[in-house]
């Protein structure tokens, strides 16, 4: 079980004189990712979600600290083991597509993700894969600037399932995806779960979180106001801040 507890994360302003001050961007956030389920994380921009992940990894930037505890099963990740993690045990797929490196060919960089984590892939294995994603084989021949944002999130998708980490970190994994493609990628990461790997989706999609995540992680005001099943939010059996969100989706014909 990867287990977060008390995470508080500040960053640093400064004032006149250089003098620096420390203000809380995430408070007292507890939560459990059991091996098997996917725990979403909702919550608005700004909010510190993938800042959080970031942290989980030891990514912070350097006017940012941290303190509370993660541990796996039990055991609590140091600072120094945070970037032993990487990959091996925890994988993480960025937001952002500009992760993929712009001047070396998508097949050489899922090669050497295979490589880093110590996964033994032949070619074909990572070629199957990529048409799992609707990826063209010829793919990876293309460099990220041959791709469209969508195609980069898929390429980012397999990068990350292509090792054995059991726990998978995925920021807004679904941006840039059609809700055809976006479906498709998530039915894949539920498989992963019942495969034994857990995973912690950050997303501002609460729709689709309550298709294919098992509990739903509500963040508000830097704090969880709440973790909440699917069943318990359409059954309005959740905070109000939780309903507001729900009650505002396009869906439930909400005309503000």
Same mark, same amino acid.
């Given at each position: 079980? #990867?287990?977060?507890? &008390?995470?508080?994360? /500040?960053?640093?302003?400064?004032?006149?004189?250089?003098?620096?001050?420390? =203000?809380? *961007? #995430?408070? /007292?956030?507890?939560?459990?990712? &059991?091996?098997?389920? $996917? %725990?979403?994380?909702?919550?608005?921009?700004?909010?510190?979600?993938?800042?959080f992940l970031q942290n989980t990894l030891g990514l912070l930037p350097n006017n940012m600290r941290s303190s509370g505890h993660i541990s796996i099963n039990g055991q609590v990740i140091t600072e120094a083991k945070k970037s032993q993690l990487r990959g091996?045990?925890?994988?993480?797929?960025?937001?952002?597509?500009?992760? #993929? &490196?712009?001047?070396?060919?998508?097949?050489?960089?899922?090669?050497?993700?295979?490589?880093?984590?110590?996964?033994?892939?032949?070619?074909?294995? %990572?070629?199957?894969? #990529? =048409?799992?994603?609707? *990826?063209?084989? &010829?793919? %990876?021949? !293309?460099?990220?600037?041959? *791709?469209?944002?969508?195609?980069?999130?898929? $390429?980012l998708a397999c990068n990350a399932t292509l090792t054995h980490a059991q726990y998978i970190l995925a920021d807004e994994i679904t941006s840039w995806l059609d809700d055809k493609h976006a479906m498709q990628l998530l039915t894949y990461l539920k498989k992963?779960?019942?495969?034994?790997?857990?995973?912690?989706?950050?997303?501002? /999609?609460?729709?689709?979180?309550?298709? !294919?995540? /098992?509990?739903?992680?509500?963040?508000?005001?830097?704090?969880?106001?709440?973790?909440?099943?699917?069943?318990?939010?359409?059954?309005? =059996?959740?905070?109000?801040?939780?309903?507001?969100?729900?009650?505002? *989706?396009?869906?439930?014909?909400?005309?503000?």
């Amino acid at each position: 079980m #990867l287990t977060f507890e &008390n995470i508080a994360i /500040d960053i640093a302003q400064f004032k006149w004189l250089g003098v620096k001050t420390w =203000q809380p *961007l #995430l408070k /007292d956030i507890t939560i459990g990712i &059991n091996p098997g389920e $996917v %725990v979403a994380l909702i919550g608005g921009s700004g909010e510190g979600k993938s800042i959080f992940l970031q942290n989980t990894l030891g990514l912070l930037p350097n006017n940012m600290r941290s303190s509370g505890h993660i541990s796996i099963n039990g055991q609590v990740i140091t600072e120094a083991k945070k970037s032993q993690l990487r990959g091996n045990t925890i994988c993480y797929v960025p937001q952002g597509v500009s992760a #993929l &490196n712009p001047l070396i060919r998508i097949g050489p960089q899922l090669k050497r993700t295979t490589k880093l984590s110590g996964v033994q892939k032949h070619s074909h294995e %990572v070629l199957h894969l #990529l =048409q799992q994603f609707e *990826l063209q084989k &010829n793919i %990876v021949n !293309f460099y990220p600037r041959q *791709l469209s944002g969508g195609m980069a999130k898929r $390429v980012l998708a397999c990068n990350a399932t292509l090792t054995h980490a059991q726990y998978i970190l995925a920021d807004e994994i679904t941006s840039w995806l059609d809700d055809k493609h976006a479906m498709q990628l998530l039915t894949y990461l539920k498989k992963l779960c019942e495969q034994g790997r857990g995973i912690l989706w950050v997303t501002h /999609d609460l729709a689709m979180a309550a298709k !294919f995540a /098992d509990r739903i992680a509500v963040l508000h005001g830097g704090r969880l106001e709440e973790i909440v099943t699917p069943s318990q939010l359409k059954r309005r =059996q959740a905070s109000e801040w939780s309903l507001c969100l729900w009650d505002a *989706l396009p869906e439930h014909k909400f005309m503000g």
